[in-house]
């Protein structure tokens, strides 16, 4: 990835905000109106680059490090073009390739995507693309933004001789820069000598590397069909053992080698199947990822894209992650290309909470360790202290179907006195599927607008029976507890018990009177001399 200097973020975040309006150098502002200069914009732009460049060569000396990154905002500026209702048919029409960003000043996605684009723009440029980067204020020119199909924010979208494909890309600069090459027809980067595949590495975390005798052939082929399949990863092809060795070390010389690099602690892991692109492929989904995912909304989609269906989540403080790291990683290493192993920051509540709710423990302020099974849709949470030989345990215990799925339970209420009990998930297996009378069970939630009524009915139903021996009546909180035998999609629910059919629970009606409540009841209680008077 391309990494700023300190200054380059300064000049960055000031670039966002002048992406953000419209600023004199935009292509908007300063359109001719003869049809010949609109259709040489782009090109007199870039001619103004060259331009600029060749003053800076003549006047001599190097230009101090702030005065040249203002250069470069300035640059960027023109690169990236202001689209409006005016001037987005022709840009569309008139190039081969454009890549559109739709946003919305007031997106803050927007505003963190925007210096990505900005520098995958630049980056593009002195390549060479044939790709115009455009963008368009949706908000301002929201008929336009209709027309191009732009209905959230932030959207990419690429259009090939006018005709528009979804953008599948990730979303750092260079995950931009990878994406738009394939697409534009670069899907391999070939490398010829050693200090090219030294520059190489300074700019990318994560890349495949092809050696070949000759780039010709059908092993060759099947390389360049997995590298134009996949829309994320940039793909390289050497046929020097030495340019081969700085890019991946010690690959034995061979007329044949492919594997995969990534910045971080496992680097390097080679393929050592057949030279098809779906195997190629198969083993990008499974190598891909590093040890230990530290999730993010810009990455979620990536991730969550894993043909792994175990994954073990670990959502700690960053630096309580810190000190857990290095072992974890360990553990990963034992469990790869088996379970997926996910880092949340804790205090992220947009992206821990979610899954924290789905254990009860929203408000978990110290270390958790959880896991899913995607699967059978089961999840696990490890009740014990998470260290590292806990963990171990723990992952091997999923990766082998001997944990116990969890389900979530409040704590186990005083019920004395109560005519409507309350059950809880640990209790629910005690006081209904174990009673041996028969039950009467609501099930709410504190949001359903409709189960306040319910419930006084039911409270009212309770006192009816109070001398009827043979008839139970509880209730539970589907949003805090669980228990895989309540399957209950819709609130409020009431369900009968029977006492010899516990398995088969009967739904009544919550829409009915509270007279034909009691005469349902009375129907499905066995015991007929205990009826209790269908009068309430």
Not at 1 to 15: D, E, G, W
Not at 280 to 304: C, G, H, M, R, W
Not at 336 to 353: C, G, H, P, R
Request: hydrophobic fraction near 40%.
């Amino acid at each position: 990835m391309f990494r700023p200097k300190p200054t380059s973020r300064f000049i960055l975040l000031a670039f966002t905000l002048l992406l953000l309006v419209n600023f004199p150098a935009s292509i908007t502002a300063s359109e001719p109106t003869t049809s010949e200069s609109e259709d040489n914009e782009l090109e007199e732009l870039l001619a103004l680059d060259d331009e600029v460049e060749q003053e800076e060569e003549e006047q001599g000396g190097t230009p101090n490090v702030r005065s040249s990154e203002a250069e470069l905002l300035t640059k960027a500026q023109r690169i990236v073009l202001e689209l409006n209702h005016d001037n987005t048919n022709r840009v569309i029409d008139k190039n081969e390739f454009v890549l559109v960003l739709g946003y919305a000043p007031w997106c803050a996605r927007s505003a963190e995507l925007m210096p990505q684009f900005a520098e995958a723009a630049t980056s593009l440029s002195e390549l060479g693309s044939p790709l115009v980067m455009a963008k368009l204020d949706a908000e301002r020119y929201p008929k336009t933004a209709s027309l191009l199909e732009i209905k959230g924010f932030p959207t990419l979208l690429l259009f090939v001789n006018g005709t528009s494909q979804v953008y599948t890309g990730g979303f750092s600069a260079e995950e931009i820069v990878i994406w738009a090459r394939k697409k534009t027809g670069e899907p391999v980067i070939r490398i010829s000598s050693v200090p090219a595949a030294e520059e190489f590495l300074k700019k990318h975390h994560i890349f495949v590397v092809g050696l070949f005798e000759n780039f010709e052939g059908p092993n060759y082929e099947e390389f360049v069909k997995a590298a134009t399949a996949d829309n994320a990863i940039q793909f390289v092809e050497v046929s020097d053992i030495d340019v081969a060795n700085v890019l991946f070390p010690n690959v034995k010389p061979a007329n044949l080698f492919l594997g995969i690099v990534k910045s971080e602690a496992e680097r390097y892991t080679a393929y050592e199947g057949t030279f098809e692109m779906e195997q190629i492929l198969k083993f990008l989904d499974y190598n891909k990822f590093p040890l230990i995912n530290k999730l993010t909304e810009s990455n979620s989609a990536t991730v969550y894209s894993s043909p792994l269906k175990l994954q073990v989540i670990v959502f700690a403080e960053e630096d309580e992650f810190k000190k857990l790291l290095e072992p974890l990683q360990d553990i990963a290493r034992q469990f790869k290309s088996e379970i997926m192993f996910i880092y949340i920051d804790i205090t992220d509540e947009n992206l821990a909470k979610p899954y924290l709710t789905l254990f009860g423990l929203e408000e978990a302020e110290s270390t958790v360790v959880a896991a899913f099974d995607v699967r059978v849709n089961s999840k696990y949470l490890l009740e014990s202290n998470p260290t590292p030989s806990n963990i171990e345990e723990f992952c091997s215990g999923l990766l082998h179907g001997t944990l116990s799925p969890y389900f979530k339970s409040q704590a186990i209420p005083n019920n004395a006195n109560e005519t409507v009990h309350v059950a809880v998930g640990k209790t629910f297996d005690d006081l209904i599927l174990n009673n041996h009378k028969n039950v009467l069970l609501e099930v709410f939630t504190p949001w359903c607008i409709t189960c306040e009524t319910t419930s006084k009915r039911v409270e009212k139903l309770a006192k009816h029976f109070k001398n009827l021996d043979s008839l139970f009546f509880a209730k539970i909180d589907a949003s805090a507890n669980e228990h895989p035998k309540l399957k209950v999609d819709d609130y409020p629910t009431l369900l009968f018990y029977a006492a010899n059919n516990k398995e088969n629970p009967i739904k009544l009606s919550t829409k009915t009177s509270l007279k034909d409540l009691a005469t349902s009841i009375n129907k499905h209680v066995k015991a007929k001399d205990e009826v209790a008077k269908d009068e309430l």
